[in-house]
């Protein structure tokens, strides 16, 4: 049974890679986080599927000027403790996130799940409710 911890570094580590990722202009480097079979949830749409969320995010932010620059905080982190079969046990972090586009600033929350894949040894994004 794995002995791994989901920590709030390596959970804050991947925010900060996504958020990098995102203020470069790379949206591919960015969704890298997410799982294969992730869950994105935004303006009441649902999307499953790494390569879908990249797509969708594709269509709403087509160029480096429209994807503005994200902020990413860490309000909160929970480790659920409990190994499962497949790896160490599930996490959840809430962030909050402002994304400055031009003179225009978009405020919100995020709600996400992450998980440790003992098949390739790193953190995926699993689930992302962002409101």
């Known amino acids: ?27 591919e480097g ?29 269509a709403s932010y087509p160029d480096h000027t429209t994807m503005g620059t994200l902020k990413l905080e860490l309000r909160e982190f929970r480790y659920s403790g409990t190994d499962t079969p497949d790896g160490p046990g599930m996490a959840s972090a809430i962030f909050e996130w402002a994304l400055t586009v ?15 894949s003992l098949e390739d040894d790193r953190l995926y994004l699993l689930q992302d409710a962002t409101v």
Not at 6 to 13: E, H, L, N
């Open 30 to 58: 960015a969704c890298q986080i997410y799982a294969p079979d992730a869950s994105f949830i935004a303006d009441g749409k649902y999307t499953q599927g790494r390569d879908a969320i990249l797509e969708r995010y594709r």
């Open 102 to 116: 031009g003179e225009k600033v978009h405020c919100g929350f995020t709600l996400e799940t992450y998980a440790f």
């Open 1 to 27: 049974m794995p002995t791994l911890e989901i920590t709030v570094k390596a959970v804050s580590d991947a925010a900060e890679v996504f958020m990098k990722a995102w203020n470069r202009g790379d949206l």
